[in-house]
């Protein structure tokens, strides 16, 4: 109902950051060309997101800028990965392929990454984090849940929630996983009240992408008339209903992922 354009993303899931930066920028240079936009970033969308609003001509096009499960200080997951799959690391490299993914969030490689790409205060920046009980994690997630609450502390099954709000206005966690917060395994009667956390979620971001416009001048809104876009820098299509939650079209559940996914 407020005539936006949603742009979904497609990066190299396992590529290091510049890479999927780069991917990411021209993805949005071709649907949006010089027009402004939001970004909603999830997982390590929202990184990708940080690395192309600081090159240059694309920080003042950034109208804000909203993290969900972003591990912006790393993830022990990612450690645990390089130590126990280095021989598929080393395939992986053989055949020429980027996993410098993995790297980009270590622990280590983050707080590097930190330093490097700080919150400027150049336009408004908010970071959601997850935080389910053990019983309201989906299976997939569960063994890793466990691991992480031993590592890290509270999580949603792969981002702590202090590395989730790490960066930009923390904002209160959500008792939604990982995968849920893509509004995937949803589908189920006996998990309405999961489905109506993430429409609130989905909800709220649209609120914050209200509340940053207020902040804009009517002289650079009316350069991008009254569609505001979003770009969305994830490898998954299914938080492309967040818009819809807010009354325009049902929110679809997805019960497993794509087979691109990773």
């Known amino acids: 109902g407020h005539g936006r354009r949603v742009?979904?993303?497609?990066?190299?899931?396992?590529?290091?950051?510049?890479?999927?930066?780069?991917?990411?920028?021209?993805?949005?240079?071709?649907?949006?060309?010089?027009?402004?936009?939001?970004?909603?970033?999830?997982?390590?969308?929202?990184?990708?997101?940080?690395?192309?609003?600081?090159?240059?001509?694309?920080?003042?096009?950034?109208?804000?800028?909203?993290?969900?499960?972003?591990?912006?200080?790393?993830?022990?997951?990612?450690?645990?990965?390089?130590?126990?799959?280095?021989?598929?690391?080393?395939?992986?490299?053989?055949?020429?392929?980027?996993?410098?993914?993995?790297?980009?969030?270590?622990?280590?490689?983050?707080?590097?990454?930190?330093?490097?790409?700080?919150?400027?205060?150049?336009?408004?920046?908010?970071?959601?984090?997850?935080?389910?009980?053990?019983?309201?994690?989906?299976?997939?997630?569960?063994?890793?849940?466990?691991?992480?609450?031993?590592?890290?502390?509270a999580n949603d099954g792969l981002v702590g929630v202090e590395s989730a709000l790490g960066y930009g206005v923390p904002l209160f966690p959500r008792p939604i996983d990982h995968l849920r917060q893509m509004n995937w395994m949803t589908s189920s009667h006996r998990q309405a009240n999961l489905r109506q956390r993430v429409l609130q979620l989905y909800g709220d971001l649209h609120q914050l992408i209200l509340e940053s416009e207020r902040d804009e001048t009517p002289s650079t809104l009316a350069g991008v008339h009254d569609a505001v876009s979003l770009a969305v820098p994830i490898e998954f299509r299914a938080i492309e209903p967040t818009l819809a939650s807010a009354g325009s079209e049902p929110v679809p559940a997805i019960d497993a992922p794509p087979a691109s996914a990773r």
């Open 7 to 153: 742009v979904v993303t497609q990066v190299p899931p396992i590529a290091g950051l510049d890479q999927r930066a780069e991917t990411l920028g021209r993805q949005i240079e071709a649907e949006l060309g010089e027009r402004r936009f939001h970004i909603i970033g999830h997982s390590t969308g929202g990184l990708d997101a940080r690395v192309l609003l600081s090159r240059p001509g694309w920080r003042k096009r950034a109208i804000s800028l909203i993290c969900v499960g972003t591990p912006h200080l790393g993830t022990s997951l990612a450690d645990a990965g390089l130590t126990h799959l280095s021989p598929l690391l080393r395939v992986l490299s053989l055949l020429g392929i980027n996993h410098g993914g993995f790297r980009d969030i270590s622990r280590r490689k983050s707080r590097r990454f930190s330093r490097q790409f700080p919150d400027t205060g150049e336009y408004p920046c908010y970071s959601f984090a997850g935080e389910p009980d053990d019983d309201e994690v989906c299976h997939p997630l569960r063994p890793l849940h466990s691991l992480m609450e031993r590592w890290e502390g």
